[in-house]
């Protein structure tokens, strides 16, 4: 690759690693994301030129980036990369591109920059998960995602979409060609009526929908979710997977459908995807206090309702939320969350907005206990599944994996 980049990005490409090597030195990380500014700063077409001559597939949507990325990684092959920190803006970007000499690449990609690395890394495949309501106090409003996202894939090739999500059927019919992909929606109020003409969508109940103005789900698609397999026409594949709950059913349909389109064969590819068990943490299981602690990542409305809906019937639950600037500071999302999985558990809050936490679930008739700090929490029997946002899941991550 070295040889066809121009002088501009070979002097780019060695500032990102110099930058990334002094930051592990001093201890201040990997430094994925200074070193992504210092190389935009110097060659702000680094991603175009690090992404020539490989094979790329592009992962977004509100919720499943990380996960649908790395089970396309997996099932892809023992040569494919990406950006594994989930470090997903055009910075993430650069540093998976640098440090990563892999031929294929697999980049999740935060909703608000996937115009721009359609754009400049040229991929042979673009996922799109789904779309819903994240942290609306430092986000763009969903429906305006998907207005940016339809200019964005305009005559694009390659997309493979969700095609039960309207917001996500919206955005990808622009493109020039699309492999529509049934899979299951629980998170309909973000698409309550029409884009186009603004009057209700209605909705079937094997998740059809559409619009008295013609706007509807496509008739045609090449892959679904049905029973837990994966359907391709007259070739079923059973789904064995160890990552929990039907969210992860999806997230394997959607990342073998996309390999399916570049004719990856899809029972091999599955068959990748047995042993995977978590996820840059997220399923983890920790010892803890003479116990364990599985960790489990959501962070708005429709990823919490999704994970509540994946606890196992056993497991104690603890819940954590933060309202850090990654977070999102307005923590009212939580009233629009489902939390109704939790009825007759007792839940233990935690984070710093455990209070707010604790009044939700009370208003929902759930008994709440409110942990001040990880020292008082209970001490018990059994596995917990402890469910936190953003920067809660990473301080708890990190003090569990302290020796």
Not at 43 to 55: I, K, N, T, W, Y
Request: with cysteine; aromatic share 6%; glycine share 8%.
């Amino acid at each position: 690759m070295s040889s066809r980049l121009s002088p501009r990005s070979r002097a780019a490409r060695s500032a990102v690693r110099l930058v990334n090597t002094l930051s592990r030195r001093l201890g201040r990380g990997e430094g994925s994301v200074v070193g992504g500014w210092v190389g935009l700063a110097i060659d702000p077409q680094l991603v175009r030129a690090l992404s020539r001559g490989r094979e790329m597939i592009l992962v977004s949507g509100t919720n499943g980036k990380t996960t649908t990325a790395e089970m396309l990684r997996r099932a892809w092959g023992d040569d494919t990369g990406g950006n594994r920190t989930g470090s997903n803006m055009t910075q993430g970007h650069v540093a998976a591109l640098v440090n990563d000499p892999s031929p294929r690449m697999v980049l999740e990609v935060d909703e608000g920059y996937l115009g721009e690395i359609v754009a400049q890394a040229q991929p042979r495949a673009v996922v799109l998960l789904n779309l819903s309501r994240d942290q609306l106090d430092r986000a763009a409003e969903v429906r305006h995602l998907a207005l940016k996202w339809r200019e964005a894939l305009r005559d694009v090739r390659g997309v493979v979409a969700n095609a039960n999500d309207p917001l996500v059927v919206y955005a990808a019919e622009t493109a020039r060609d699309v492999a529509w992909v049934r899979v299951p929606v629980e998170w309909r109020k973000d698409a309550a009526s029409c884009p186009h003409c603004t009057r209700p969508l209605s909705y079937g109940p094997s998740g059809d929908w559409g619009c008295e103005c013609g706007f509807a789900r496509p008739a045609s698609f090449v892959a679904e979710l049905i029973d837990g397999s994966l359907s391709l026409g007259e070739l079923t594949v059973p789904l064995e997977l160890k990552v929990p709950g039907e969210v992860n059913r999806v997230n394997a349909v959607m990342a073998l459908s996309a390999l399916h389109t570049l004719g990856v064969d899809p029972e091999n590819a599955a068959r990748r995807l047995r042993d995977l068990d978590s996820v840059a943490g997220r399923y983890q299981t920790y010892p803890w206090r003479g116990r364990s602690v599985r960790l489990i990542l959501a962070k708005n409305p429709a990823g919490f309702g999704e994970a509540l809906r994946a606890l196992e019937p056993g497991d104690e639950v603890w819940m954590a939320i933060n309202s850090q600037i990654a977070d999102g500071r307005d923590p009212s999302w939580l009233y629009d969350t489902d939390v109704s999985a939790l009825a007759g558990r007792v839940v233990h809050c935690a984070g710093e907005r455990r209070l707010d936490l604790a009044t939700r679930l009370t208003y929902e008739g759930i008994e709440v206990r409110v942990m001040d700090q990880p020292s008082s929490t209970p001490v018990g029997e059994g596995r917990v599944s402890l469910v936190a946002n953003y920067t809660a899941f990473r301080e708890w991550r990190q003090m569990l994996e302290r020796p």
